[in-house]
């Protein structure tokens, strides 16, 4: 069968439902993080999907994909830092544990 | 002279008010004989002015005098409330009565208030309310007369609370105002309602108004009804005649001025200056001629048994303003006015006397006084004449108007002509009866802690006593031939003569009449043929319910303001107040709180619940744009 633009939509969709499942259900602030990263993916599927299907020469969306790779190491070190410096504080990196905001 | 000249009237002694209050009390507070002066200068003035206006508007036949006047509000939508005078043969008449009481008062009060603290202020305050009564007298529209009656009011209840720190004045004080205040507010809403059914508020206006017929009928009656529960409260007609005889707590000299001769005939001038209003409704004539004689009889009873001087010339006045309340409502402006007029001088002096004997023997209970007679020959002499005019003896001022209201109530309502009657003889005993207790017979003590033998006044007080007896003999001479009446605008001035108690019978009898009270108290008081116990005895019932002055004090005070109102009506706006208006301030306050703490459940401070509602938000935006667009 030949592949069309709504494989790679459904693929997208069931990683990014599986991403945000992780990122708000898991304890653990690293699973969170991956979590995050999986969501990043799946739109960067879509994003070169549409591009693949729709406009092939002007290469639209891959060069999105590379910004977004990009923003997501950033991302990835920085929040990284964060869960040492509150492991640092709180001895956890339990997500249900940090509630200072609460009322 | 020059009309203008009017307005100093009542500028005069207001400008002695300022400057005694202003200057003389703050800077000359060791020569308080100044505040004397002041007052007696300006009312001295007030008094020149007042003659000459009686001899224009004599000259100008009787019609009201032109007096420029000025705006003082205008409000756009036609509300124009002018200030001026009206000068007529009634406001003359007045001015002279008030100026003249005034001024002896003030010279006598030199004497009797000589040396006590509130010298000053007590001339401040007399000064004040010289100016209202004078102010209420000239004016020539109702709302700057009722500022004036409101004026009144103020000084008197500054006058008889005069020595505040003692609480049976600062009661009687609050009394006498809360009292006039129920008359004033039929009187304010009669203004009102005179002024939308009218438009003016101006008097000569609404004579004509009313005499054309412009106001009748019911709106006409209840107007008059209004206006004259004004002159009830003030006049202590019946039901208000409850603060008089407690306002005797004030001065002596307050009592003479303030609650016989002047403020409490405002409500008699009221009823007088609005009385094309009551011509033309029968209904309020007939009202004011009952209230009037019912109040007559009414009080004269009570004054048959005080024991305190001032008691019973105090009910004395109430009976006497009913007898011109009766004079008005049966007879017309010239009667009620002439009694008013005469009536002044002799109650005032009585008044005088009662502060005379008192400054002799510290005491007002007659039941401590006796044989002043040797020792005060003046006052002696000047309280008898002033009795005899007021019990209505020929040929003194009393007997002439107090014939032409029997005259005229025999005419128009003769039950209430026998009520009168019956009070002449009332009149006549208390009034002797006063005499022969406070004057006959040994002195009995007076007063515990008075010093020494009672002696004669000094001439500062006994001179206005004298001048005042003078006037309470000739001044009923004015309308021997009928020139009252003429000059007031009724009839062409035939009088009953000089000698008519010889031929009429009503003079003949109401002579009789005063004559046998005065008997009857010689004989209980003096010659001692009856027993006064043996007879109070044999009344004892009688006695008590007169003595309580039929518990109409008890009444009000009791059962009507405390039960009622403090109990009962005010309690219930008390609980109203707690309950509803702040339990719903208190509701709304708890409510919030109640309402911000439910709320803040949703603040957990986990960052991942916060994440699922920006999930669902997500989810709804998304499907309200696929469904909606």
């Known amino acids: 069968m030949l592949v069309g633009l709504e494989h790679y939509l459904i693929l997208s969709t069931v990683l990014f439902a599986i991403g945000l499942y992780g990122a708000l259900s898991k304890r653990n602030a690293i699973i969170i993080l991956m979590s995050i990263e999986i969501m990043l993916v799946a739109v960067s599927i879509a994003l070169v999907a549409f591009s693949r299907y729709i406009v092939p020469l002007a290469l639209t969306g891959q060069v999105f994909v590379i910004f977004i790779m990009v923003v997501a190491a950033a991302e990835a070190a920085v929040g990284l830092a964060i869960i040492i410096a509150i492991y640092r504080g709180y001895e956890t990196i339990d997500a249900t544990k940090i509630n200072l905001m609460k009322w | 002279m020059p009309h203008q000249l009017l307005w100093l009237i009542f500028l005069l002694p207001l400008f002695s008010f300022i400057i005694i209050s202003f200057v003389l009390r703050p800077f000359c507070n060791d020569k308080p004989q100044l505040g004397g002066y002041t007052t007696i200068a300006a009312i001295g003035g007030s008094f020149v002015i007042s003659v000459f206006a009686l001899f224009a508007v004599m000259a100008n036949s009787g019609h009201a005098l032109p007096v420029p006047d000025i705006e003082w509000v ?106 006039t205040r129920l008359g004033d507010f039929g009187f304010l809403a009669g203004i009102l309602a005179l002024y939308f059914n009218t438009g003016t508020f101006d008097i000569a206006m609404l004579h004509e108004l009313a005499v054309t017929g ?58 007088a200056r609005t009385f094309p209003l009551f011509e033309h409704s029968m209904e309020a004539m007939t009202t004011v001629a009952i209230i009037g004689g019912f109040t007559a009889i009414f009080a004269a009873s009570i004054g048959l048994v005080m024991t305190d001087i001032k008691r019973v010339l105090a009910y004395s006045t109430i009976s006497q303003l009913g007898y011109m309340m009766l004079g008005l409502g049966t007879g017309g ?84 002509f026998y009520l009168a009657l019956i009070t ?35 001439p500062v007080m006994v001179v206005p006593m004298v001048i005042l007896a003078v006037l309470a003999v000739v001044s009923g001479f004015w309308n021997v031939n009928g020139q009252f009446s003429a000059f007031m605008g009724h009839g062409a001035g035939h009088g009953p003569g000089f000698f008519a108690v010889l031929t009429h019978p009503l003079p003949l ?37 007169l003595a309580h002055k039929y518990w109409f004090d008890e009444l009000y005070e009791d059962v009507f303001v405390r039960k009622s109102m403090i109990n009962g009506f005010f309690a219930g706006l008390q609980q109203f107040d707690t309950n509803v208006v702040d339990g719903t301030v208190n509701g709304v306050a708890d409510g919030t709180i109640a309402g911000g703490r439910a709320l803040r459940q949703i603040q957990t401070g986990q960052l991942q619940l916060y994440g699922l509602f920006i999930g669902i938000g997500i989810l709804a935006i998304m499907l309200s744009v696929l469904f909606f667009g």
């Open chain 2, 509 to 545: 009898l109401s002579l009789v009449v005063a004559i046998l009270g005065i008997v009857l108290a010689y004989a209980m008081y003096s010659a001692k043929w009856l027993s006064a116990e043996r007879i109070r005895g044999m009344f004892g019932p009688i006695h008590t319910v």
């Open chain 2, 214 to 271: 412009a106001i009748s009928g019911t709106i006409l009656t209840w107007v008059a009804i209004g206006v004259f529960s004004g002159a009830v409260g003030k006049s202590a007609q019946f039901p208000l005649h409850v603060w008089l005889p407690d306002a005797m707590e004030g001065p002596t000299p307050v009592s003479a001025l303030i609650h016989a001769a002047t403020m409490v005939a405002a409500g008699v001038f009221l009823v």
């Open chain 2, 333 to 416: 402006v010239a009667i009620g006015i002439f009694h008013l007029f005469n009536h002044a001088f002799f109650k005032a002096l009585l008044f005088l006397g009662a502060g005379s004997v008192n400054h002799a023997t510290g005491t007002f209970d007659m039941r401590q006084m006796g044989g002043l007679r040797k020792v005060m020959p003046w006052t002696y002499a000047t309280f008898v004449i002033a009795s005899l005019s007021l019990a209505g003896v020929w040929p003194l001022a009393g007997f002439w108007s107090k014939d032409e209201i029997l005259a005229s109530s025999l005419a128009s309502q003769p039950i209430l």
């Open chain 2, 74 to 179: 205008l409000i756009e939508g036609g509300v124009s409330i002018h200030l001026g005078l009206l000068v007529d043969p009634l406001t003359a008449v007045m001015l002279i009565v008030v100026t003249v009481v005034s001024l002896m008062v003030q010279i006598y009060s030199q004497g009797y208030m000589h040396g006590d603290a509130g010298y000053h202020r007590y001339f401040a305050f007399m000064s004040l309310f010289t100016a209202s009564m004078l102010g209420l007298v000239l004016a020539d529209n109702l709302v700057f007369m009722f500022v004036f009656w409101e004026g009144v009011g103020l000084c008197s209840y500054l006058l008889i609370g005069f020595w505040f720190h003692k609480p049976s004045a600062a009661n009687a004080a609050k009394k006498a105002f809360i009292v």
């Open chain 2, 424 to 458: 002449v003889f009332m009149t006549a005993f208390y009034m002797f009866r006063a005499i022969f207790m406070t004057f006959g017979g040994e002195y009995r003590g007076g007063a515990p802690e008075a010093h020494g033998h009672p002696h004669e006044s000094p």
